[in-house]
């Protein structure tokens, strides 16, 4: 089955520089890799996804890119505020089966 | 986005008894919901894939006897934990997903505390 393995598992940076959480996943018939960002016992939120057919997602400050060949995909974050302090997850799915976490990044936004 | 509601948000419960939390997708149909469990400070856990009107299929290592998913309706499905312990303390998800192979919404969880 997928494997999804995430990292740092924690992360702390200063207030306006950039955050990048990296995930590598087993299973190469996976093609949606969502993104969430899950808060003190609160649900996860979906922040971006992509699907193995395009490269790269950005959203505002929010950027996803997907490297298919490495199995890689990683989350950028640019211009942090404290707000994005949170817990975020990347995941993995193949077509419409079960949805596997990776085991998550604690992300500190020092002011 | 679609709507999944997850009731109760807490509940407390003696050890030996049986608690029920309901996960329903408010505005669609869902063919098919996921059980996720989390213990403090960890990843997401997939419990169950919970398939309207057949059996639930768990994961290696859940007991499906002591956690009793039913589907019954395309927006309802229910997690039992039966006989709960206080290992069974942890934050209980439900998702769910309006269209094949598309977005995960979650319930908001449920907290469980077993004395």
């Known amino acids: 089955g997928e494997n999804v393995e995430q990292h740092p598992s924690t992360l702390s940076v200063q207030e306006g520089d950039s955050a990048v959480i990296k995930c590598t996943y087993s299973?190469?018939?996976?093609?949606?890799f969502p993104w969430y960002k899950q808060e003190l016992g609160k649900r996860p939120q979906l922040i971006i996804d992509?699907?193995?057919?395009?490269g790269e997602k950005k959203d505002q400050r929010i950027a996803v890119t997907l490297n298919k060949t490495a199995k890689h995909f990683s989350l950028h974050i640019t211009e942090t505020q404290p707000e994005d302090s949170a817990v975020y997850f990347c995941?993995?799915?193949?077509?419409?089966?079960?949805?596997?976490f990776g085991s998550g990044t604690r992300l500190s936004i020092r002011p | 986005g679609a709507v999944v509601s997850q009731h109760p948000s807490r509940v407390i419960c003696k050890s030996g008894t049986s608690v029920k939390i309901e996960c329903r997708s408010l505005?669609?149909?869902?063919?098919?919901m996921f059980w996720y469990r989390q213990f403090p400070k960890q990843s997401l856990m997939l419990m169950a894939t919970?398939?309207?009107?057949?059996?639930?299929?768990?994961e290696q290592g859940v007991e499906k006897d002591k956690f009793l998913i039913n589907h019954a309706s395309l927006t309802l499905s229910t997690l039992t934990v039966t006989s709960a312990h206080p290992e069974d303390s942890s934050f209980y998800i439900c998702?769910?997903?309006?269209?094949?192979?598309?977005?995960?919404?979650f319930g908001e969880g449920s907290r469980l505390t077993v004395l």
């Open positions: 919970s398939n309207e009107g057949s059996k639930a299929t768990y």
């Open positions: 505005d669609f149909q869902a063919t098919t």
């Open positions: 992509i699907r193995s057919n395009v």
């Open positions: 299973d190469s018939a996976s093609n949606y």
């Open positions: 998702s769910a997903t309006d269209r094949v192979a598309g977005e995960l919404f």
């Open positions: 995941a993995a799915r193949e077509g419409a089966s079960k949805i596997i």
